[in-house]
């Protein structure tokens, strides 16, 4: 199993912008396919951003030209950057080992009107 920590969370004002990490374990990271996700009170959680199979990305249309996801394989690390950010990006955001169980334990990102 691999041990995956976010962080980076925090509160922010709409339209402000933060950048979330997520550190895994191993060895193998650069062959991980990695993605994000989200989960709001009372909703189920949601694919945000995520590196396909063949090394592209892609994004939740809600998302789309203000989240950016990347990775440095050097530090076994996975980003996400969010620029203008709305209220209705508040949510726990997770990191995933896509097609596992590897989940982080999540970081809080409040957004504030």
């Known amino acids: 199993q691999v041990q995956l920590v976010e962080s980076g969370g925090g509160v922010v004002q709409a339209g402000g912008s933060l950048r979330l990490s997520c550190v895994a374990s191993?060895?193998?990271?650069?062959?991980?396919?990695m993605a994000w996700y989200r989960q709001a009170p009372g909703n189920q959680r949601e694919l945000v951003a995520a590196f396909t199979s063949g090394g592209s990305t892609n994004y939740a249309d809600s998302v789309k030209g203000r989240f950016t996801i990347s990775r440095d394989n050097s530090k076994s690390t996975v980003y996400l950057q969010m620029n203008n950010l709305k209220p209705d990006d508040t949510a726990v955001y997770y990191c995933?080992?896509?097609?596992?169980?590897?989940w982080g334990q999540g970081t809080q990102v409040t957004v504030s009107s």
């Open positions: 995933n080992r896509r097609d596992t169980e590897d």
């Open positions: 191993g060895r193998f990271f650069r062959w991980y396919r």
